[in-house]
């Protein structure tokens, strides 16, 4: 099969790997369409110490299953979204559909060849059925909407609130539209001048670029001095979260989705003092992924205005786009 391979930092190729061979439980998917992560782009920077190449990246992808193989309950055709944590099924988390915090999880393109490629074989259990109403570009926005479904669940309720995203990659403008579809107000902060223009005509209340306004002046001067009830940093550096505390309100919450520093050292005299929850998110719950595919289905986003579509021979030129820091790419999807 043809695939999209991370041969080396700053570096894809595309190559000839063989075919999966699907192990019992398993059913041959093929890729139809793949969304590229921020931590996917970390990746492809050398960034990241897990994926280690030769490693085809990408958690984001849906397709048709190939091949039944043992699971004959799993119609050959069926368009599937593939829920890329393979976890262990059996443990505290796993059983309450927690699989996200398995001590064993693995995840596609992380641990394993990921969905730039033509094939993947996929446990049926890690299989959601795609309605005929859906486009396989939309499916492959279920992953990371279902990211941003489970953030805005940790910031507590959200109706009639306030809001801070800092950070406008693909996950923080999901996190806005998944919080102003909560019935937030909701403020972006971002140095991307094309995507906060683009984030102001998707319904942000507030947009700032933190290249030319200070971010904390603009968020306590838009909330008369108060702060915000919540904000999600989907940056993770050591200034976007002493930045994100001090924009929050008190009694407010932080939830922390971005890595993009390893150690992040913060002043947590706030955290005590003016009582602000500090959370972490991580991925997703099942129930998250199955709320994300009925938003998708109901077409409460506009999700395919959020993406620009790409082969995967034009892999190196897609990611070299994103890691310029200046893109006008909101999110990549690659159609195989």
Same mark, same amino acid.
């Given at each position: 099969?043809?695939?999209?391979?991370? =041969?080396?930092?700053?570096?894809?190729?595309?190559?000839?790997?063989?075919?999966?061979?699907?192990?019992?439980?398993?059913?041959?998917?093929?890729?139809?369409? $793949?969304?590229? @992560?921020?931590?996917?782009?970390?990746?492809?920077?050398?960034?990241?110490?897990?994926?280690?190449?030769?490693?085809?990246? *990408? +958690?984001?992808?849906?397709?048709?299953?190939? &091949?039944?193989?043992?699971?004959?309950?799993?119609?050959?055709?069926?368009?599937? %979204?593939?829920?890329?944590?393979?976890?262990?099924?059996?443990?505290?988390?796993?059983?309450?559909?927690?699989?996200?915090?398995?001590?064993?999880?693995?995840?596609?393109?992380? !641990?394993?060849?990921?969905?730039?490629?033509?094939? #993947?074989? $996929?446990?049926?259990? @890690?299989?959601?059925?795609?309605?005929?109403?859906?486009?396989? $570009?939309?499916?492959?926005?279920?992953?990371?909407?279902?990211?941003?479904? +489970?953030?805005?669940?940790?910031?507590?309720?959200? +109706?009639?609130?306030? *809001?801070?995203?800092?950070?406008?990659?693909?996950?923080?403008?999901?996190?806005?539209?998944?919080?102003?579809?909560? *019935?937030?107000?909701?403020?972006?902060?971002?140095?991307?001048?094309?995507?906060?223009?683009?984030?102001?005509?998707?319904?942000? !209340?507030? &947009?700032?670029?933190?290249?030319?306004?200070?971010?904390? =002046?603009?968020?306590?001067?838009?909330?008369?001095?108060?702060?915000?009830?919540?904000?999600? !940093?989907?940056?993770?550096?050591?200034? @976007?979260?002493?930045?994100?505390?001090? @924009?929050?309100?008190?009694?407010?919450?932080?939830?922390?989705?971005? /890595?993009?520093?390893?150690?992040?050292?913060?002043? =947590?005299?706030?955290?005590?003092?003016?009582? $602000?929850?500090?959370?972490?998110?991580?991925?997703?719950?099942?129930?998250?992924?199955?709320? #994300?595919?009925?938003?998708?289905?109901?077409? /409460?986003?506009?999700?395919?205005?959020?993406?620009?579509?790409? %082969?995967?021979?034009?892999?190196?030129?897609?990611?070299?786009?994103?890691?310029?820091? +200046?893109?006008?790419? /909101?999110?990549?999807?690659?159609?195989?």
């Amino acid at each position: 099969m043809k695939a999209l391979v991370y =041969t080396a930092p700053r570096h894809l190729e595309m190559l000839d790997l063989p075919e999966p061979k699907p192990k019992a439980g398993e059913v041959l998917v093929k890729i139809r369409a $793949v969304g590229v @992560c921020g931590s996917d782009l970390h990746g492809f920077l050398g960034r990241s110490k897990k994926r280690v190449p030769p490693l085809v990246l *990408g +958690h984001e992808f849906c397709g048709e299953v190939a &091949t039944s193989g043992r699971a004959e309950d799993i119609a050959l055709g069926a368009a599937v %979204a593939v829920y890329p944590i393979v976890s262990c099924g059996s443990c505290e988390y796993c059983v309450t559909q927690r699989d996200n915090l398995c001590a064993t999880r693995q995840v596609y393109g992380l !641990d394993f060849h990921g969905g730039l490629a033509e094939f #993947a074989s $996929v446990p049926t259990r @890690c299989l959601f059925p795609i309605p005929a109403s859906m486009s396989f $570009v939309e499916g492959s926005l279920v992953e990371p909407l279902a990211n941003a479904i +489970h953030v805005v669940g940790r910031c507590g309720p959200v +109706h009639g609130r306030t *809001g801070l995203i800092y950070g406008a990659g693909p996950i923080g403008i999901l996190c806005a539209l998944v919080a102003k579809q909560s *019935g937030a107000r909701i403020a972006i902060v971002d140095r991307n001048a094309h995507r906060l223009t683009k984030t102001k005509e998707l319904g942000a !209340d507030l &947009t700032v670029d933190a290249s030319a306004r200070d971010p904390v =002046t603009s968020i306590l001067e838009w909330t008369n001095g108060r702060g915000v009830d919540f904000t999600v !940093d989907a940056v993770g550096t050591a200034q @976007c979260r002493e930045n994100s505390i001090a @924009c929050t309100a008190t009694g407010g919450a932080v939830i922390c989705i971005g /890595l993009e520093d390893e150690f992040c050292a913060v002043n =947590t005299r706030p955290i005590v003092t003016r009582e $602000v929850d500090l959370k972490g998110a991580y991925a997703y719950t099942r129930p998250d992924f199955a709320e #994300a595919l009925s938003m998708l289905e109901r077409k /409460l986003l506009p999700a395919e205005s959020l993406v620009t579509k790409a %082969a995967l021979p034009q892999g190196q030129c897609i990611f070299d786009d994103l890691a310029s820091g +200046h893109s006008s790419i /909101l999110k990549a999807v690659f159609e195989v």
